[in-house]
């Protein structure tokens, strides 16, 4: 152990880690549940503090050594070097304060190791030079933002871009397939399995659209606002100067939001963001359910599709293969419908100048992310990939279903194709053979008009 002190006094920590006394009292007094802060938040808050260095030395506010040096320990924050020294639980300080200084002592002990070993005489302060400039209050929520647009863009949006192409592949090979529709979970007028598949691929391509127009309301950011927005103790262009060089590091657009008390206390834009991932997620238990149905069987249930057998399906019956990724990713789906009532809720709690459920928002919000990408990445590489018509089922579905008879609706008005349709089903006829007994129709116009691929 050695010893490190903070404003409140003296406290031991671990002589392994790189956390000072404010991370120590926080890991101690918070034994609440296992959940941690997020990898993508540590991160995420790693460029921010990179950036803010480089504001603060080009507005001659923090020296050049310093600020190389707090660049260099970030750099080993991005890249994943420095993990076990970020230990702190999601249910904290609901303004993140905790988690600020677990980063700003991290980056002081790691940077002044770095300036001794270059002799400098220079020691870097966590909250006088690596917080310079900032609150917890605008910190965390830029932080916020930060995870949540780069987890979108470099988690989420690159599984969508391959499932939807796996989808239009499936579409292209099985648009010829005519099959029997279902509407009420009752047999409907056909379709082909290409058009079916292209719904789904369109609630894909839909989601992900809707996803990427919301996600641009985080490049919006609270830094430069302080501890109640109004920026007190940061130069007036530290904010826009922070922004220019996230943009310049990381190729995202970010700006220093104009109104800093609406970005302190309001989390409306992660609220608007995950609505879309509940989207997502809706869309893909729908999905997930129509494989699993059309799958059901193989010889009892629907079996119009058949889908891979990646593993054995029960521990009692041999044989028996399940849809075990469907079943992940309606799991899935319900998680991110809870996470949404969670964030829409903890975002309602702004009281005056902050919002103090942070932690709570960007943990269910990257969870949704990690989740979904995940999830959709695991579904499409293990299921939707290895789909396989069975076209003889389809067939047989398809000449015995009753609402072909829709087609004489233009011919034979709708009461008299209904009656068809009962008498048919009533004494186990086939529709021609109903048609022809009720005289409604000659042999001649019944095959004319009855041609399932003229109805698609």
Known sequence: MRIEKDSMGEIQVPSDKYWGAQTERSRRNFHIGEEKMPKELIVAYARLKKSAALANASLGMLSADKSEAIQKVCDDIIQ?????????????????????MNVNEVIAFKGNQYLALLQKEEALHPNDDVNKGQSSNDSFPSAMHIAAYCAIQEQLVPVLDDMAKVLQDKEDQ??????????????????????????????????????????????????????????????????????????????????????????????????????????????????????????????????????????????????????????????????????????????????????????????????????????????????????????????????????????FNPHIGYEKSAEIAKLAYKENLTLKEAALKLQYVSEEEFDQIMDPHAMV
């Open 80 to 100: 994943g070097k420095l993990d076990d020294h970020f230990p702190l639980a999601v249910w904290q300080t609901g303004s993140g304060t905790q988690t600020n």
């Open 174 to 407: 099985y648009q010829r397939i005519v099959k029997i529709g279902r509407t009420h979970l009752q047999d409907a007028t056909p379709l082909t399995l290409g058009q079916e598949i292209s719904g789904w691929r369109t609630m894909v391509e839909q989601s992900k659209h809707m996803i990427i127009q919301s996600a641009a309301s985080l490049l919006q950011l609270a830094i430069g606002g302080t501890a109640v927005g109004t920026g007190l103790n940061a130069h007036q262009n530290f904010g826009p100067k922070t922004a220019q060089y996230l943009e310049e590091e990381m190729g995202y657009p970010f700006e220093s939001a104009a109104n800093k008390f609406h970005a302190l206390t309001s989390h409306d834009a992660l609220v608007y963001v995950h609505g879309a991932l509940k989207a997502l997620a809706a869309n893909s238990m729908k999905i997930a359910n129509d494989v699993r149905w059309l799958a059901s069987g193989p010889r009892c249930g629907i079996g119009e599709l058949e889908i891979p057998a990646n593993e054995p399906g029960s521990s009692i019956m041999p044989g028996k293969v399940n849809p075990t990724q469907c079943e992940a990713v309606t799991m899935i789906a319900a998680q991110v419908m809870g996470n949404d009532t969670t964030i829409g809720i903890a975002a309602s709690q702004g009281n005056f100048q902050l919002n103090v459920f942070k932690p709570v928002i960007i943990y269910n919000f990257i969870q949704s992310v990690r989740l979904l990408s995940d999830g959709l990445r695991s579904f499409t590489d293990n299921c939707l990939a290895g789909l396989i018509a069975k076209e003889e089922k389809i067939d047989e579905y398809l000449h015995h279903s009753l609402m072909l008879v829709t087609a």
